[in-house]
C-alpha cells in the first residue's frame, strides 16, 4: 500500500518489520512474495482494535536498512521499497519488530530508525514488539530441532542480546516507544514445551510452514499481548 493520508475515524494502525512480523509459511497470504500472512500478530491485532484502519508493510527477511533507505528483493524478482518511504504520515500506532536479520550491535540504527520513524509519523506511538523464544530451557538436541547443544545455546544468546537491545532504545526513546515483552512469556512456549508457539523444522515442506517462526498459536498470543499493551498506553495516555 503506499503513503496516503486518511480522514476516516479510528485509528491508523501500520505494521513494519520482518518475518516475525510478516508470517512466512502462513497461509494465506495478503503478498506471498513478502511472506506476509493475513494471520500475521498485526493484522490479528488490528482486527482486535474496533474501528481500525491497517496498513501492513512488513516484509520477511528485511534488515533496519530495508526499512530505512534499502529496497529489498524478493525470490520471485519483486523488489519493495524500503518501509520508512511507504508509511502514512498519519499513523496512530506502528508496530515494529526488526534486528534479527542484522548482524552485530544494531542499536544505534534501531535508534536512527525510531526517530525517523517519528519525523515521518510524528503523532504515532511505536510498539516495539519482541521476538517470541523459538528455542528455550526444554529444547532438546537432535530431537525438537535438528542441531546439537552447542548452537541452541548460540541462538538462545543472540536472543538475549537482542532483547538488551531492545531495552536499550525503549530506555532511550521512551517518549515514542512502548516495549511489548514476549521473550520471557514465550519460554514456556518455545521448541520442546507442552504448547510450542513456534512451527518445527521440516525438511520436506520447509517453505510451506512458519518454520522456526512464530505459528498460528504463536501470533494469536502475540496479538492479544500487543493488544492488551496498547491498551494499558491508551490509558496512560501514552498514545
Not at 54 to 61: K, Q, R
Not at 111 to 116: A, G, H, W
Not at 130 to 151: A, S
Request: aromatic fraction near 8%; include cysteine.
Amino acid at each position: 500500500m503506499s503513503e496516503k493520508e486518511t480522514n476516516v475515524s479510528g485509528p491508523l494502525i501500520v505494521s513494519m518489520g520482518s518475518s516475525f512480523a510478516a508470517g512466512p509459511g502462513l497461509p494465506p497470504f495478503s503478498n506471498e512474495a513478502a511472506g506476509r500472512s493475513q494471520l500475521n500478530y498485526p493484522t490479528l491485532f488490528s482486527q482486535l482494535v474496533a474501528g481500525s484502519r491497517f496498513v501492513d508493510l512488513t516484509v520477511s527477511g528485511a534488515t533496519v536498512a530495508n526499512l530505512v533507505d534499502e529496497p529489498q528483493g524478493a525470490q520471485d524478482g519483486s523488489v519493495f521499497a524500503p518501509q520508512l518511504d511507504l508509511l502514512p504520515r498519519d499513523a496512530d500506532v506502528i508496530t515494529l519488530t526488526v534486528g534479527g536479520n542484522d548482524m552485530g550491535y544494531i542499536g544505534e540504527r534501531m535508534l536512527d530508525l525510531i526517530d525517523r520513524i517519528h519525523r515521518k509519523a510524528p503523532r504515532a506511538r511505536i510498539l516495539l514488539v519482541d521476538y517470541i523464544q523459538v528455542v528455550g530451557p526444554h529444547t532438546r538436541p537432535r530431537t525438537d530441532v535438528p542441531f546439537n547443544q552447542d548452537r541452541i545455546d548460540r541462538y538462545r544468546s543472540i536472543a538475549s542480546d537482542l532483547v538488551e537491545i531492545y531495552n536499550h532504545i525503549a530506555s532511550h526513546r521512551n517518549q515514542l516507544v512502548t516495549r511489548v515483552e514476549l521473550y520471557d512469556l514465550s519460554e514456556q512456549h518455545s521448541l520442546g514445551c507442552d504448547v510450542e508457539w513456534v512451527g518445527r523444522f521440516r525438511l520436506w515442506d520447509f517453505w510451506k510452514t512458519p518454520a522456526f517462526h512464530p505459528s498460528y498459536l504463536g501470533m494469536r498470543a502475540i496479538a492479544r499481548e500487543v493488544h492488551r499493551v496498547y491498551l494499558e498506553t491508551k490509558l496512560e495516555g501514552r498514545g
